[in-house]
């Protein structure tokens, strides 16, 4: 069974310009989760979705990023324009239901870089 | 609200020996405690988790954590390092009381390395 895959792995972007990376997560999964860790930092949670709904987005930095998960599957986060302060690795994160001792899965990161 | 600490930010033990990477957390209720792995330039893996029951958890690779309420803490544990072992663990909590994913903090991470 294939994990959660996230494209691109790798990204480096000049400052002011548009990322968007995107997440498929583990089939059958309902929930999908974004985190980032930034310049080495703690791990935060960004926001929530269940099937094509933001049920939590109170982690998102600020408007210039934009998450959508159409059709309850993939979702993508884009991060529109991109600020040097944006650099490090974004996870996404899928998870069968909302139970609260239910596992999280990551998958590899998408790690980005804003010059 | 919720926090987890990991007291070191770097672990070193020799290949063979046991290893412990500490974690202690504050939350309101009752926790759900994790431990993911990341290894380099690789994304976090689930190793274990502690939900109820026996406060000793048994997870991937050979790694068990303890689960000890008195003291807050959820330290990571393994009896023989090996080199591969090297890596960056992280703890997380979550409350029971919350089904989302904002509740689910993560501890600053450790690096732990093994060394020949």
């Known amino acids: 069974e294939a994990g959660v895959t996230q494209f691109p792995s790798h990204s480096v972007i000049e400052k002011g310009q548009t990322v968007t990376l995107r997440c498929d997560p583990i089939?059958?999964?309902?929930?999908l989760y974004w985190y980032r860790r930034v310049m080495g930092k703690e791990i935060k949670f960004l926001l929530h979705?269940?099937?094509?709904?933001?049920?939590?987005e109170s982690g998102m930095p600020n408007n210039r990023f934009l998450a959508e998960r159409t059709g309850g599957t993939y979702s993508t986060l884009k991060v529109q324009p991109a600020e040097l302060e944006d650099s490090g690795v974004y996870f996404c994160a899928s998870s069968q239901a909302t139970l609260k001792g239910n596992t999280i899965y990551f998958g590899e990161g998408s790690w980005l870089t804003v010059v | 609200a919720q926090s987890v600490a990991q007291p070191e930010d770097q672990v070193n033990v020799a290949e063979g020996n046991p290893l412990t990477v500490k974690c202690t957390y504050s939350v309101s209720g009752n926790p759900y405690l994790f431990w993911y792995v990341q290894y380099p330039n690789r994304g976090l893996q689930f190793l274990l988790k502690?939900?109820?029951?026996?406060?000793l958890v048994k997870g991937s690779y050979g790694f068990e954590a303890e689960f000890n309420k008195s003291q807050t803490s959820f330290h990571l544990k393994k009896p023989s390092a090996l080199v591969s072992d090297s890596a960056l663990y992280f703890c997380a909590v979550r409350d029971r009381r919350d089904n989302y994913g904002q509740n689910f903090v993560f501890g600053p991470g450790t690096r732990l390395s093994v060394l020949p």
């Open positions: 502690y939900i109820t029951g026996d406060n």
């Open positions: 979705f269940v099937k094509e709904s933001k049920q939590d």
């Open positions: 089939s059958g999964h309902d929930n």
